[in-house]
């Protein structure tokens, strides 16, 4: 069984920087995403990466500003978020693929998730 959990959220400045972790235990991982879901919304995709490639693919409203990545040994992942707007306030959730599966980042592909870490960004 695979157990995430994630820390590092917070309250942060318009253009400000934080970084999540998502610490990962239990089966080896195919697949490692984010997803966030803001306050009356549905939750997103915001990026995810493969384990053996570490190719990465994100979210057109993130690109260039988030960076997902993994320590070596690819059990724990990592979501740089750089010049944060008020929009990109949610709370984010790690998910894992032990199996790749259809795509890297609808939900339904997803079999394990934390529980999340909230994000605030003010103006």
């Known amino acids: 069984q695979v157990q995430l959990v994630e820390s590092g959220g917070g309250s942060v400045q318009v253009g400000g920087s934080l970084r999540l972790s998502c610490a990962a235990s239990g089966f080896s991982l195919a697949i490692m995403g984010w997803f966030r879901q803001a306050p009356g919304k549905q939750r997103e995709y915001v990026a995810s990466?493969?384990?053996?490639?570490?190719?990465?693919y994100y979210q057109t409203s993130v690109q260039g500003r988030f960076t997902i990545s993994l320590d070596n040994a690819g059990r724990t992942l990592y979501l740089q978020m750089n010049s944060l707007k008020p929009e990109d306030t949610a709370t984010y959730y790690c998910?894992?693929?032990?199996?790749?599966?259809?795509?890297?980042?609808?939900?339904?592909?997803?079999?394990?998730w934390g529980k999340g870490t909230r994000v605030t960004v003010s103006s």
């Open positions: 998910a894992a693929q032990e199996r790749a599966g259809s795509t890297s980042f609808m939900e339904k592909d997803f079999g394990s």
């Open positions: 990466i493969y384990t053996n490639s570490r190719q990465s």
